[in-house]
């Protein structure tokens, strides 16, 4: 009878649960699409079409290269699909679990493997590109903590798959203590067969997110940093409309539209074209663009303009990231961070794209853990960007969060001698040219 109750109990809060990350999925979706203020982006300066240089010997093996290569993706290309549609069953406690432990399917995770195919979800005129053959290389950086075993994978295999070798330098895995079996020596063993280009650092102490990228940052190599979460999987040709952006100014931060994989199907899912906001609570969210309702030519790969990044994908001038500082040292885990780099990125003298002909999909988490550490940290985050980014607008923060006026933040005299010395506009300047819906919600 009790053990009946327990069950009872049990499968009756697994559909509570399933419920909620049911409506949370929806309520993402909806947000997703929801319709915001109008907002006219000036039309980009960027062209359609890359001229190529005469050819030199160089170029010529780096051809050679590039079709050995497309030969290569074809054969990937025709491997059998995974299954997707198979019956969810909802009162298995592995799903449970799995939810609770990863904020996903976990059953599905396992069944689709190490690598699989995802669906092109570029818009057609991106297959008919052409990129520069001299484009700077990468360094893809992928920091993980306790991390679904076969997600991780997935996120490894499509980029060693599906980015042309001469411009991929390095995978540089950050562990960043991860307590889970399968991400030790068997995750050790499941990478010998990619040790020509992933290098795996497994950190001493936790770090956090944060830190772990700046650990990660510091082994790699190639000429533009590329910061993938870990439960990622990239798109056909994913890299090089990044890295052509950046190679045609390096003060330019790009991200790729960062397309849906759905936490309960892990079906790969085309993302609406959006930009990346907040509110004055620090709270990020996406936002729609309407400028391309004027822009007839070409205009669903031109750039997006962004006032912020939602932090988990992002490509940079490895010089670029140091000479802008990097990340702020003394956060915690993660959070804010993502906002506290796009301020930083705008006010002192570069700019945020979102490249809509690059495509990397992105697991939706669907459940989060409690985590009172990880609340504290984004808590104390928040507080180190206001102080240091936000100039008299802190009082907006503070009207939301008074909880947080008198909560310590740590010292922040480096990151205020940084934007001195970067010699950064104002946040009125940020809110006057980049984001002014963001001043006009001051009074809502
Ligand atoms: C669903 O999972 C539960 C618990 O593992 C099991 O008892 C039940 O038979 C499963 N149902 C189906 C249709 O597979
Ligand atoms: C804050 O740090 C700076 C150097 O980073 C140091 O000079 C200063 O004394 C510190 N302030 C306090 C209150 O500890
Ligand atoms: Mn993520």
């Known amino acids: 009878m009790r053990y009946n109750m327990i069950q009872y109990l049990f499968y009756g809060s697994s559909i509570f649960g399933i419920g909620t990350v049911l409506f949370c999925l929806y309520f993402h979706l909806e947000h997703m699409s929801s319709p915001y203020k109008k907002t006219q982006e ?5 062209s359609h079409a890359y001229q190529q240089a005469p050819q030199a010997p160089e170029k010529i093996r780096k051809q050679r290269r590039i079709l050995d290569w497309a030969e290569e993706k074809t054969q990937i290309e025709q491997k059998p699909k995974s299954p997707l549609n198979q019956n ?41 590109r052409h990129y520069p053959l ?27 798959y599906l980015t042309p070798p001469y411009l991929l330098e390095e995978i540089i895995l950050v562990d960043d203590m991860s307590k889970f079996d399968d991400l030790k020596s068997k995750l050790n063993y499941y990478l010998e067969s990619f040790r020509d280009k992933v290098q795996l650092v497994r950190n001493k102490k936790r770090e956090g997110l944060i830190r772990a990228r700046m650990i990660g940052a510091w082994y790699a190599s190639g000429e533009v940093l590329v910061f993938l979460d870990s439960h990622c999987e990239v798109n056909r040709v994913w890299l090089e409309p990044l890295l052509a952006a950046i190679s045609k100014d390096s003060r330019t931060v790009v991200t790729p539209v960062i397309d849906i994989i759905d936490g309960i199907s892990l079906q790969y899912l085309p993302s609406p074209l959006v930009r990346g906001a907040f509110d004055w609570k620090l709270q990020f969210k996406w936002d729609s663009v309407f400028s391309y309702e004027t822009d007839s030519e070409g205009s669903p790969t031109n750039p997006i303009r962004s006032p912020a990044m939602a932090g988990g ?74 102080h240091v980014w936000l100039d008299e607008y802190k009082e907006q923060f503070f009207l939301r969060n008074p909880d947080l006026k008198s909560m310590t933040y740590g010292n922040i005299s480096e990151r205020v001698q940084l934007r001195k010395q970067l010699g950064c506009r104002s946040f009125q300047w940020y809110l006057d040219t980049i984001f002014p819906e963001l001043e006009a919600s001051m009074y809502s």
């Open 88 to 128: 969810i069953n909802y009162s298995d406690p592995e799903l449970f679990n799995g939810y609770l432990e990863y904020g996903f399917n976990v059953i599905v995770s396992r069944s689709l493997g190490h690598d699989r195919e995802v669906p092109d979800t570029r818009d057609k005129s991106c297959r008919h």
């Open 313 to 386: 994908i992002f490509a940079m001038h490895r010089p670029f990231f140091y000479e802008l500082g990097e990340y702020d040292k003394d956060m915690d885990l993660w959070g804010g961070e993502n906002l506290e780099l796009s301020l930083r990125i705008w006010m002192c003298g570069g700019q945020l794209l979102i490249i809509p002909c690059s495509r990397v999909g992105h697991i939706t988490k669907l459940y989060s853990k409690p985590d009172s550490a990880l609340s504290k940290a984004v808590a104390r985050n928040h507080l180190r960007l206001v």
């Open 42 to 46: 000036p039309a980009s300066a960027w």
């Open 134 to 160: 001299h484009l700077p290389t990468a360094s893809v950086i992928i920091c993980f903590h306790n991390e679904e075993f076969n997600a991780l994978l997935r996120t490894v295999s499509s980029v060693v």
